[in-house]
C-alpha cells in the first residue's frame, strides 16, 4: 500500500510553502513523493515553486477536487503505480470542502491500495477565524484534520498563539504541531508499516497496528457545500505583458477590490535583470510575496491569477491594462 496525504488550508495559508520543506525531507528518507496540486485556473503555478524537488508533479486546475474536478483527481489515482517508498500527496485548492474530500478517498473503491487519507490542516495564524463569512470552511478544514500546522506562527504574539492553540484544541485530535519534519517521519514509518500490505481490506485485519495516524469516518456535512453557497469563490485569469517593472505590478496590485482574496502569477521582471518570478498576495493590506525563479517549465507565458467571491473581473483587467501595458 501507498501512503496517501491530503493538505488542507484556506487560499493563501502556506500550504505549498509547507510542501517545499516537506519534499526535501521525504527524499533524504528514502521516499519518492508524488504530489498532485489542484488549484484555481493554473495549477502549473504552484507546480513551478516545486520543480526541482520531485520529478512527480501532476497539476489540476479548475474547481475543487472534492467536486468539480474529482474524476481527474480519481484518474490520476487510478494511473498511479505502486512501488514500495513511494508516497502520494495532493495540496487542494484554499475552499475545499475536507470532509467530502476525505470521504471520497476513503470510500472510492479504486483506492483501495492507498492508506486511509491522513489530513495536514495549514492553519495561518494571522487570520484564523478572522474570515467573516469564510470563517466556517476554515473551521471545518481544522475540525476534519489529522495533523494541524499553524503558519506564520513567528507574526503573532504569544497571547494570540495561545488563544489559538485553545480554540483548536475542541476540534483537533492531535494537539501537537506537526512541522514538516515530523510529517516526513510518519510518513516513513508508514512506509515501512504499510511493505507488504497490498489493500486496505488486509491492512484492516491486521490486529495491532502502529498507530500513526487515525482514520476520519465520513461526516454529516452540517456546513455543506461552502464553496457552492451564495458566497460562491470563483477565479479568472489574465495575461500579461512578457517584462513588467516592480513598481507597476505592484501598484496593480495593491489596486485591487476587497473581493480579491488571492492573487498569483508568473511574471518578469525588467527592472530585476529580467527574471522570472512567482508572486502571490493575499488579501488587500498584505505585501506580495516575490519567489525568483529560472524560466517557467509548465508555464510558458507571464500571467496572473485572481481568486474570490464576486470578484469585479472586467475592473481589473481595465486596471492591468492601463498599468502594466
Not at 42 to 50: F, G, H, P, R, V
Not at 180 to 202: M, N
Not at 273 to 302: C, H, I, L, T, W
Amino acid at each position: 500500500m501507498t501512503p496517501l496525504i491530503i493538505i488542507v488550508g484556506f487560499l493563501g495559508s502556506g500550504k505549498t510553502t509547507y510542501l517545499k520543506k516537506l519534499l526535501p525531507l521525504l527524499s533524504n528518507l528514502g521516499i519518492e513523493p508524488h504530489v498532485i496540486i489542484n488549484d484555481y485556473e493554473n495549477a502549473s503555478i504552484d507546480a513551478e515553486l516545486l520543480a526541482g524537488l520531485t520529478k512527480n508533479i501532476v497539476p489540476i486546475s479548475g474547481s475543487c477536487v472534492c467536486c468539480g474536478s474529482r474524476d481527474q483527481l480519481l484518474d490520476s489515482l487510478k494511473e498511479f503505480t505502486h512501488t514500495p517508498a513511494r508516497a502520494v500527496i495532493i495540496e487542494t485548492n484554499g475552499t475545499t470542502d475536507s470532509d467530502e474530500l476525505i470521504e471520497l478517498l476513503t470510500m472510492a473503491p479504486t483506492l483501495e491500495q492507498f492508506s486511509p487519507p491522513i489530513q495536514v490542516s495549514v492553519i495561518d495564524g494571522k487570520r484564523w477565524q478572522k474570515r467573516l463569512w469564510h470563517n466556517s470552511l476554515e473551521l471545518e478544514q481544522a475540525k476534519t484534520a489529522n495533523h494541524l500546522f499553524i503558519s506564520r506562527a513567528e507574526e503573532i504574539d504569544a497571547a494570540r498563539l495561545g488563544k489559538m492553540e485553545t480554540s483548536l484544541r475542541k476540534y483537533a485530535l492531535f494537539q501537537a504541531r506537526t512541522e514538516p519534519g515530523q510529517l516526513a517521519a510518519i510518513i516513513g514509518r508508514l512506509s515501512a508499516d504499510l511493505a507488504g500490505i497490498s489493500r486496505r481490506k488486509e491492512l484492516a485485519e491486521i490486529r495491532n497496528p502502529t498507530p500513526i495516524y487515525r482514520v476520519v469516518s465520513p461526516q454529516s456535512h452540517s456546513f455543506g457545500h461552502h464553496h457552492h453557497s451564495d458566497r460562491h469563490f470563483a477565479s479568472f485569469q489574465i495575461n500579461l505583458p512578457e517584462g513588467v517593472q516592480k513598481a507597476s505590478l505592484l501598484q496593480f496590485l495593491g489596486q485591487l477590490p476587497d473581493s480579491v482574496i488571492r492573487a498569483k502569477g508568473i511574471v518578469r521582471l525588467t527592472d530585476s535583470n529580467n527574471q522570472y518570478f512567482v508572486f502571490q498576495k493575499v488579501d488587500r493590506f498584505e505585501n506580495v510575496q516575490f519567489f525568483p525563479m529560472g524560466r517557467p517549465q509548465a508555464q510558458d507565458s507571464s500571467v496572473a491569477i485572481f481568486i474570490g467571491p464576486a470578484i469585479p473581473e472586467e475592473e481589473v483587467r481595465a486596471s492591468a491594462v492601463k498599468l502594466l501595458s
